[in-house]
């Protein structure tokens, strides 16, 4: 297993890729679970478990309903944090950054990845709004399933996916009588002080450390 004292310290993607694939091993069921926050009406946090379904410099990506009340406090309040946490490795990472969509050219292609009764529930359910009962939502699956019996499914315009940019990442190990490892990455874009000298760094991620008390 890969611990924090073994990390890169230029590089979270690297260390997050390690504990990633070690989960996929270790966790049962999920391994790409994550806790999303958002903020809700009047500020107040809104917490919700969601999917991881792509990661890279660029940000951590999932996809939902847009009209969904989560949908809907990220378009108002483009800010998120993520947390992992896998029990059986004892470890958890944190992620906060801004957030923005994903281009068309990337929904289309995960939705057109998804199993045709996922792509039909995507039509069917009114997310996050008030149901009479399951016998509606069992009705709506139905009348779209037959609408679309034929070709592909297309996307709904109400579906695509949010990019979370990781300007903060936190990596937590646990420790013998809570003397746990947490290592912190702070992003900063290279050269973005430097004026017109910056030159090919301009722009250029980069990220800052430290350690953190348990």
Same mark, same amino acid.
């Given at each position: 297993?890969?611990?924090? =004292?073994? *990390?890169?310290?230029? +590089?979270?993607?690297?260390?997050?890729?390690?504990?990633?694939? %070690?989960?996929? !091993?270790?966790?049962?069921?999920?391994?790409? *679970?994550?806790?999303?926050? #958002?903020?809700?009406?009047?500020?107040?946090?809104?917490?919700?478990?969601?999917?991881?379904?792509?990661?890279?410099?660029? /940000?951590?990506?999932?996809? #939902?309903?847009?009209?969904?009340?989560?949908?809907?406090?990220?378009?108002?309040?483009?800010?998120?944090?993520?947390?992992?946490?896998?029990?059986?490795?004892?470890?958890?990472?944190?992620? !906060?950054?801004?957030?923005?969509?994903?281009?068309?050219?990337?929904?289309?292609?995960?939705?057109?990845?998804?199993?045709? @009764?996922? @792509?039909?529930?995507?039509?069917?359910? +009114? @997310?996050?709004?008030?149901?009479?009962? $399951?016998? %509606?939502?069992?009705?709506?699956?139905?009348?779209?399933?037959?609408?679309?019996? &034929?070709?592909?499914?297309?996307?709904?315009?109400?579906?695509?996916?949010?990019? &979370? $940019?990781?300007?903060? &990442?936190?990596?937590? @190990? +646990?420790?013998?009588?809570?003397?746990? =490892?947490?290592?912190?990455?702070?992003? !900063?874009?290279? /050269?973005? =002080?430097? /004026?017109?000298?910056?030159? %090919? +760094?301009?722009?250029?991620?980069?990220?800052? #450390?430290?350690?953190?008390?348990?």
């Amino acid at each position: 297993m890969v611990r924090i =004292d073994e *990390a890169t310290p230029e +590089d979270p993607l690297g260390l997050f890729a390690a504990w990633f694939k %070690e989960a996929e !091993e270790a966790e049962p069921n999920d391994h790409n *679970a994550m806790a999303l926050a #958002t903020v809700g009406e009047g500020g107040m946090p809104c917490l919700r478990m969601v999917l991881l379904k792509g990661y890279d410099a660029e /940000g951590f990506v999932f996809y #939902t309903n847009l009209e969904s009340r989560k949908g809907m406090q990220l378009e108002a309040h483009p800010k998120a944090a993520l947390l992992f946490h896998w029990k059986s490795l004892r470890r958890q990472v944190r992620v !906060e950054g801004p957030v923005g969509p994903v281009s068309e050219a990337e929904a289309e292609a995960y939705f057109a990845s998804r199993p045709r @009764q996922s @792509q039909i529930g995507a039509w069917a359910s +009114d @997310q996050s709004r008030p149901l009479e009962g $399951r016998f %509606e939502l069992e009705k709506r699956v139905a009348r779209f399933a037959a609408k679309y019996a &034929i070709g592909q499914v297309p996307r709904p315009p109400h579906w695509s996916g949010f990019r &979370i $940019r990781a300007e903060r &990442i936190e990596f937590w @190990q +646990d420790g013998a009588f809570r003397l746990h =490892d947490r290592l912190v990455y702070h992003r !900063e874009e290279a /050269g973005e =002080d430097a /004026g017109e000298d910056a030159g %090919e +760094d301009a722009g250029r991620v980069a990220w800052r #450390t430290e350690r953190l008390f348990p």
